[in-house]
Structure formats: C-alpha cells, structure tokens
C-alpha cells in the first residue's frame, strides 16, 4: 500500500534535519506543490470562470469541507493522549459547529446557496465528480491507516492557506457580480483558524520526526495532501474547462438550482432612452496608474473598463439622458446614434444590474 502514496520532492539526504531545516522543506514542498499555482485556481481568482464554472467548483468543494470533520474524527481516534485530544478536537467542533446552523459546513453551504443551489442538492452530494469523492476519500483513508505522525503532518497544508484565501477573497468579489462578502463568509473565520490549525500541527511534525526517516515520512505526507487538493482541481478542470467533457453522472448546468427571479420581480433597474442615468453615491471612475487602466470603484469591489465604458460614463453626469449620450458619441465618432444607444443601453442596464448604477 505504501507505493500508493507518492514520495517527497526533497534533495534532503539520509542526514537528520534540524527543526529548522525541516520546517524549510516542508514549506518548500507547499511552494511548489499546494493548489493555489493549479490553472483552474488561477483563472477563478482572476474572474475568467463563467457562473456554472464557479458553481461546480462550490459544489465539489462541499464534499472536501463536509469530510474534513470525519476525517478530524479519524485522527482524534488515534490520539492516546487527552491534551492533544483536547486540541484537536477544537477542529471537527470549528467545521461541525456547537449548534445547528453553525460551523464551518453551515458556511460553505451558504456559500453554495449563494451561487444559486439549493441546499437539500448540495447535501445529497449528487453530481458530485467521481475524481472528488475518490480524491477526499483517499485522504480519510490515509489519516486512518497511517501513522499519527503521517496524519498530523499532511494537515500542514494549513500553513499556505491564508495565501489563497486572501487571493480567493479579493478575486472573487472584484471580478464575480454574483459574489458578495456573505457569500464567502466561511473564508473570514479561516484565516485566524488555519494559521492556529498550521501552528500546532507544525510544533507536533518538529518534535515528533527525530530520525531521517520519521521526517522523510511527514514530508511524504504533506506531498500527498497537496497532491489530493491538486487532483480535485485536475477533475474540475478537465470536466468544466478544457475539454469541458462532464461526466454522464456529474453536475450539468441547471441542475440543483434555485430558480433565479426575474429582473422586475427583484426590483433591477431597466433603464431606457428617455432615462438620466448616473453613479450613485460610493461609485466612481478613476484611472489605475498601476494597470495602466480605467476601474469603475464601488463598495468592496472592482470593475475594469474597456475603451467603450470609458467613453460613455465620461458623459454618465446626472444630467444627459441615454439618447443624450447616444448622440454625442454618434458626433464624436462619425456613427449612427440609434445603433449606439443600443450598445449603451446593454451595458448601462449591465451595470445597473450589478447596483453600480441608477437613474
């Protein structure tokens, strides 16, 4: 069973660490292995997923979150001694909660909420990519069957969250509209528990791995934890992006959904010709001298401009109507006005829908 389980990417030889050397491998193996440098990572921070990208990546993601506690368990089982007990026992209570509607599972389905599931979906955990159960599995198996040392020390992944999730969080609410901070409300509570989390397991690693082979085996064990958050987004990635071949028995778009309301049932603005729009109070242009570029600022978040953005809302001053505005680009660039009040019309009511915008 043990050449199922990858080796570490280590130069270290048969000499035994010091605690310090040890620590540096171990955080190299995160530097070069943990998923935030995976190509399905980079493009959800960077806001190039589409909705239903964003959504198969919330609802693989639950099965991750909801087996951790189970896995916790695993772990704690295996613990002789009541301090440590103690500790780690802060962990499942800190994913379970110490109530109903609270913990960090209650956040993530929240979260799935948020993208538009609907709960009792999320949690039958249909559609689920056969590669994200096999993957999460795989790791509740391996902190089961070996060693308390091996268990421990493939939990430091913790120590290069805070990374992606300060990445993740900013990302997603400047570049997602569909996003907002109760959305990713579980983020917030694991910044101050992962590095809590990351600090005893690594304390434990340190002074538990006192030969050259205890230590190589906690550094297998970490490679073998990044390896199974990289193959989850290996399944994603090949499922939803590129090839984009989704399996027959997973996830498809539309499925599990809460039906979205309509734009008049919701109360989103529809702007017409006749209309005056302009920015509300919070919402202003400026230009990003770092980006070289036009950003439309709002409340905790972010819009790129291109060219045509740039034109129209140098004319959004609270006193020309769309028609307006048509007309004086339609002047400026030698163009049919009615065709260009079209343009502007989709993307005034774009960000009016975005609540960047009113009349």
């Not at 043990?2 to 660490?17: G, I």
């Not at 291109?306 to 307006?324: F, I, K, R, S």
């Amino acid at each position: 069973m043990n050449a199922v389980f990858p080796t570490p990417d280590t130069s270290a030889a048969e000499r035994l660490l010091s605690p310090d050397e040890l620590e540096a491998a171990l955080r190299d193996i995160g530097a070069r292995r943990y998923h935030n440098l995976h190509p399905f990572h980079r493009l959800l921070h960077d806001g190039k997923l589409n909705k239903d990208q964003v959504r198969a990546w919330a609802l693989n993601r639950y099965y991750y979150q909801a087996m951790i506690p189970v896995k916790d368990a695993a772990v704690l089982a295996r613990m002789t001694d009541a301090a440590l007990r103690r500790i780690w026992r802060q962990r499942i209570v800190d994913h379970d909660g110490d109530a109903p509607g609270d913990g960090g599972i209650e956040r993530w389905l929240k979260l799935a909420e948020g993208v538009g599931f609907s709960r009792d979906y999320v949690e039958s955990t249909r559609g689920i990519l056969s590669a994200t159960k096999f993957s999460v599995e795989a790791y509740v198996h391996f902190v089961a069957e070996r060693s308390l040392l091996e268990a421990i020390a493939s939990s430091l992944t913790e120590m290069f969250s805070p990374t992606i999730i300060s990445e993740r969080v900013s990302g997603m609410l400047k570049n997602y509209d569909f996003i907002t901070k109760d959305t990713l409300a579980y983020f917030e509570k694991r910044m101050t528990q992962a590095p809590r989390d990351a600090d005893f397991a690594l304390d434990y690693v340190k002074r538990h791995a006192t030969t050259p082979g205890l230590q190589r085996q906690a550094m297998a064990a970490l490679t073998f934890k990044c390896t199974v958050l990289w193959t989850q987004l290996d399944a994603l990635y090949f499922a939803y992006v590129a090839p984009g071949l989704i399996p027959p028995d997973a996830w498809t778009p539309g499925i599990g959904l809460v039906a979205e309301r309509s734009a008049a049932a919701t109360g989103a603005l529809r702007l017409t010709a006749s209309d005056v729009p302009r920015l509300p109070r919070g919402v202003r242009m400026r230009f990003d001298e770092t980006r070289n570029k036009h950003v439309l600022l709002a409340p905790e978040r972010t819009f790129d401009l291109d060219d045509n953005a740039v034109a129209v809302l140098t004319l959004v001053d609270g006193g020309m109507t769309v028609a307006d505005i048509a007309n004086k680009l339609g002047e400026t660039y030698a163009a049919d006005p009615r065709v260009i009040e079209a343009d502007i019309l989709a993307m005034l009511n774009d960000l009016a829908t975005k609540r960047v915008l009113e009349r």
